[in-house]
């Protein structure tokens, strides 16, 4: 890459600065702090302090219930990511199909990526509402005696469903426009070649909509570790009880609610480790998809 | 199987299309439902709430509701009324998005066009913070913003989301698109790098710009573990974060407030989804292009 | 009327502030809905009995988010004169020397004469150090006691139990036979931990409760809880008790409902109840207690929360903080937030005054909070004093909810909340190491 147009010497500089004083302050400060807070145990009002060395990261792995976490985390982000791809995609190809009412269904499709976590988790606590919501109460008339905060796999279900929800919109406009980006020469001679509409997704539409599904793996990753904190936070009603919960919210529960400043901290960096693979990983994709694509 | 051709009749195609119809109804009923029952919940007196639940009637008490949610408020103070939150999500909104663009063109138009010693350097340490998000951070940058003294002030809810590079690489990634002639002609015309940045650049990212405004403003005004750590003065509160103080009133042991809550919830995400389906087009192009 | 009133004072001080030299001091508490506005009521009245002072309180949602945002504060030199602190958090806060001015010192040092013999039993040494010095002020007290519907009773024919015994052979059959789900409860770790220890004089940690020392070991692995929770598991079964989650109001709506014949809350919960207009009469009485455990069953441990002055503050706040707990404790002013809330009166000038008043005549489930925290004291009822005791809460809860839900044993949950609760409280004694 030979852009590179202009020689000055301060103004990139002077460009620059705001941008990385920000991120000096706001981002690489706090990942060194608590780092350095990981290895202490500190009085929550800041009186006093112990170094304890790796003792917080170890009772981290020795701890079930941090364990139980990880693997709601894990289990529940395969869910949401397999679900709502899913979903999206079945959507996405029939709605590039129809030719009445195309924009119509586009815009109803997607219009729920607005919505703040949080307000479709309050949607949830009605919708699964032990005395009267409607879901509940369905799934009661099927034989599921469903209670949301009192069988574990129940409330994990509603957050999944939530999630899901939430999650659907990004992944209906990604598959859509990758559909819609198919020239039509190609559709044409999959056309003749094949006339079984299924065949033909498997063989023609499917390959070509990979790159973009695999973009949209990762993408739903960090959505389900990340941004469905409003949800969870909203379903369990700040109450942690038995209810499941995802790492995220862990190092909320014990930083903030709990003030485990340095129980919390180790968390912090686990978690940072995870993101910097998943980053490092993706990065590896983003730029081949730019020499390739 | 390949070479077997499959015709279909016409009523075959006929039920082929009505079945795609249906997913498609169904699909969009399943996205809307939940809020249309918010809405039949506003119209409801409370007591009937919190007897049957949602319901198909619908009552007379949409005003009420709404005069409710937007302009009675708890607490001593009186400040956090609908209208004094919706106020405060509009600012975290578009300061939110305001930031990240200027911020992010600035940066990514130094690392695009000029030539810099350091220039690998000065990208690792902006795009390092692309998947890092503040949740995994939250406990330390949240001492950083009160050693600071900016709890409960709108610099301490809004600059610490800019410090991760969405905007950044985004726009690294456009301005990478630009044909170089235009950069060759506009050298040749003798404009500096100012000039060129003002009367070239920003011109040529026009529709980028808005779509990048569209998805991060909503990003910004959906904005929640943040608002609710660094907030706790009630007329800093957002829309959003002040969902929180709605479940907890739903909890508590008066009767419970379903019409102002949900009254709440709407006016909370309506703002987001009309930008977003008003401005479809742009916004739909600057989230898939973002991804390239 | 509490609107109007507020109103009102907003412009009455408005005016005032045109006035010369007020002293303006700030009050952070958790104190949501009806609770709230009794609480911004009492703030009126106290700026609206004299001139001096004026104080502004401020919501800060839930008890623990309250007390994270003064802990917050404090760490940033921006902290409120006053900080509503809840049981759970009173270890951090009082373990934090020089975080808080002793009320007793703060009172005595402005000319408020202090005994803590004004208090009522129940309530003088939760919130005090191991001199039984008082260190917070308590605010909203209450106990857990039993609600039940009358209603129901009748029909079952029978009365409310005085033990547990009682309930599992006579009280919950009757019930289930009447149609009723016998009972349902709101805070296990409030009622079926620490009461129970304190319903029956057991040791709940070692050091005297944890007053008197950082190494304290928790007690939680008991073979009398142990008992209990079986059979609480085993109600739970048969159909005699009923768990609908960890959320407070999850476990009280069924009562209020008349699904659930008898509901375990908090004495404070007695003014919610009575405003809700229930299609039904209700009473209340004493938690009950296991004869084959004792005979003697003590008083209980207060619930809720105290108000704690916060430290690096001048010395002019000191005083209209101590002016303000003053007015706070004052008999009138305890009677009316008594009567509101359900608390109970924390002095017993205030109990007094509400009994000579015939309040208890009127309505005697009022009183059963009080008269519970008045039993006989024991070895153990005066507290209990553990550090990061909001995480070890958690631990309860979510071991509870898990016997409950048939995911583990009651000797498995038990021992894993020993374990727990023993590294949280060893993690504590290293934050307070100098």
């Given at each position: 890459m030979k852009r590179a147009a202009f020689t000055n010497r301060w103004l990139p500089i002077l460009l620059l600065v705001p941008q990385i004083s920000i991120i000096g302050i706001f981002f690489y400060w706090p990942a060194i702090h608590?780092?350095?807070?990981?290895?202490?145990?500190?009085?929550?009002?800041?009186?006093?302090?112990?170094?304890?060395?790796?003792?917080?990261?170890?009772?981290?792995?020795?701890?079930?219930?941090?364990?139980r976490a990880a693997i709601f985390t894990v289990c529940f982000t395969l869910l949401v990511t397999i679900l709502s791809l899913g979903i999206a995609l079945l959507l996405a190809v029939k709605a590039d199909k129809v030719v009445r009412g195309a924009k119509t269904y586009r815009t109803l499709l997607m219009w729920v990526y607005a919505v703040a976590p949080p307000v479709a988790?309050?949607?949830?606590?009605?919708?699964?509402?032990?005395?009267?919501?409607?879901?509940a109460d369905l799934f009661k008339s099927l034989g599921w005696d469903f209670a949301l905060g009192v069988h574990y796999y129940d409330t994990a279900f509603a957050m999944v469903l939530i999630s899901v929800w939430k999650q659907i919109p990004v992944n209906f406009i990604f598959f859509l426009s990758g559909l819609q980006s198919i020239p039509k020469s190609v559709r044409e001679a999959a056309m003749i070649d094949n006339r079984s509409t299924a065949g033909r997704f498997w063989d023609?539409?499917?390959?070509?909509?990979?790159?973009?599904?695999?973009?949209?793996?990762?993408?739903?990753?960090?959505?389900?570790?990340?941004?469905?904190?409003?949800?969870i936070d909203t379903v369990v009603k700040g109450e942690p009880g038995n209810n499941p919960m995802t790492l995220v919210y862990k190092v909320y529960v014990d930083g903030f609610r709990g003030n485990d400043l340095g129980g919390s901290s180790a968390q912090s960096v686990v978690l940072m480790v995870l993101v910097l693979a998943m980053t490092v990983f993706q990065f590896r994709l983003v730029e081949r998809r730019i020499h390739y694509t | 199987m390949k070479s077997e051709i499959k015709t279909y009749t016409r009523p075959q195609i006929k039920l082929l299309l009505i079945f795609d119809h249906g997913v498609l109804i169904l699909g969009a009923a399943f996205m809307i439902l939940p809020v249309l029952m918010l809405l039949q919940m506003t119209t409801m007196p409370d007591l009937f709430n919190m007897k049957t639940g949602p319901s198909l009637a619908i009552g007379d008490q949409l005003d009420d509701n709404f005069r409710k949610a937007m302009f009675e408020a708890d607490g001593f103070s009186g400040a956090n009324t609908g209208v004094?939150?919706?106020?405060?999500?509009?600012?975290?909104?578009?300061?939110f998005a305001a930031g990240k663009i200027v911020l992010g063109m600035m940066a990514a138009y130094a690392i695009v066009y000029f030539r810099m010693r350091f220039a690998t350097f000065a990208f690792w340490i902006i795009f390092t913070t692309l998947l890092l998000p503040l949740e995994v951070r939250i406990l330390p940058s949240y001492e950083i913003v009160q050693h600071l003294g900016m709890l409960n002030t709108y610099q301490g809810l809004i600059i610490p989301l800019i410090a991760s590079a969405t905007a950044t690489f985004f726009f690294r990634q456009y301005f990478r698109s630009i044909p170089e002639e235009l950069i060759e002609a506009a050298r040749i015309d003798g404009a500096g790098p100012f000039k060129f940045f003002v009367d070239i650049l920003v011109p040529l990212s026009q529709t980028m710009i808005a779509a990048m405004f569209i998805i991060m403003f909503v990003y910004g005004w959906n904005q929640y573990l943040w608002p609710t750590m660094i907030t706790t003065d009630e007329d800093m509160f957002t829309l959003v974060r002040g969902i929180k103080q709605i479940t907890q009133s739903l909890e508590g042991t008066s009767l419970p407030e379903y019409g102002r809550a949900n009254m709440l919830a709407l006016v909370a995400i309506l703002p987001p989804v009309l930008i977003v389906i008003f401005f479809q087009s742009w916004f739909v192009k600057g989230l898939t292009e973002s991804d390239k | 009327m509490t609107r109007v009133s507020i109103l009102s004072a907003a412009a009455l001080s408005m005016m005032a502030s045109g006035v010369a030299a007020q002293t303006e001091i700030t009050w952070w508490h958790a104190m949501g809905g009806a609770l709230g506005e009794t609480v911004n009521q009492i703030a009126t009245d106290f700026n609206a009995s004299q001139s001096e002072y004026q104080i502004t309180p401020a919501f800060k949602g839930t008890y623990e988010e309250a007390l994270t945002a003064g802990i917050a504060a404090f760490r940033a030199g921006e902290q409120p004169n006053i900080l509503q602190v809840f049981d759970a958090g009173a270890a951090t806060v009082i373990g934090a020397r020089g975080a808080t001015i002793p009320v007793q010192d703060l009172l005595t040092a402005n000319g408020v004469e202090f005994d803590i013999n004004d208090y009522i039993s129940g309530v003088r040494y939760f919130y005090a150090d191991s001199d039984d010095k008082m260190i917070g002020m308590p605010f909203n007290s209450s106990s857990p006691i039993m609600y039940y519907n009358l209603q129901a009773m009748e029909a079952a024919g029978v009365e409310a139990p005085k033990t547990w015994e009682e309930f599992e052979a006579v009280t919950a059959p009757a019930l289930v036979e009447a149609g009723y789900t016998p009972l349902a409860q709101s805070h296990s770790p409030w009622i079926f931990a620490e009461n129970f220890m304190s319903r029956h004089d057991l040791p709940f940690a070692t050091n005297d409760n944890g007053y008197t020392g950082t190494d304290t070991q928790i007690l939680i692995n008991s073979p009398e809880i142990k008992m209990h929770w079986s059979h609480v598991k085993s109600w739970l079964d048969s159909g005699y008790y009923a768990w609908f989650g960890a959320g407070w109001g999850d476990n009280q709506t069924p009562f209020e409902e008349g699904k659930v014949a008898i509901w375990l809350g908090s004495s404070g919960s007695f003014g919610g109840l009575s405003k809700l207009d229930l299609p039904f009469e209700f009473s209340a009485t004493y938690l009950p207690y296991w004869e084959a455990v004792t005979t003697t069953p003590t008083q209980t441990f207060i619930g809720g929360a105290s108000l704690f002055a916060m430290s690096g503050k001048s010395d002019d706040e000191n005083k209209a903080t101590a002016a303000f707990f003053e007015f706070l404790t004052s008999p009138e002013v305890q009677y009316m937030w008594h009567q509101e809330t359900g608390y109970v009166p924390i002095t017993i000038a205030a109990y007094e005054m509400a009994q000579a008043d015939g309040y208890y005549d009127r309505a005697p489930a009022a009183e059963v909070g009080i008269k519970q925290l008045s039993l006989p004291a024991g070895e153990n009822t005066k507290g209990y004093r553990m550090g990061f005791y909001v995480q070890i809460r958690d631990v309860m809860n979510r071991e509870f909810g898990r016997i409950l839900g048939g995911e583990t044993s009651v000797d498995d949950a038990f021992s894993a909340m020993e374990r727990e609760g023993n590294e949280l409280l060893a993690k504590f004694a290293l934050t307070q190491a100098q």
């Open positions: 608590a780092l350095r807070s990981s290895f202490y145990l500190q009085d929550p009002f800041g009186f006093s302090e112990t170094f304890v060395g790796f003792s917080n990261y170890a009772s981290l792995f020795n701890s079930p219930a941090y364990g988790g309050v949607m949830g606590l009605i919708l699964f509402n032990q005395s009267w919501g409607p879901i023609v539409t499917f390959p070509l909509l990979a790159p973009t599904g695999f973009f949209l793996l990762i993408t739903n990753i960090t959505y389900s570790l990340f941004d469905t904190f409003g949800i | 004094r939150m919706l106020w405060n999500s509009m600012i975290l909104g578009l300061g | -």
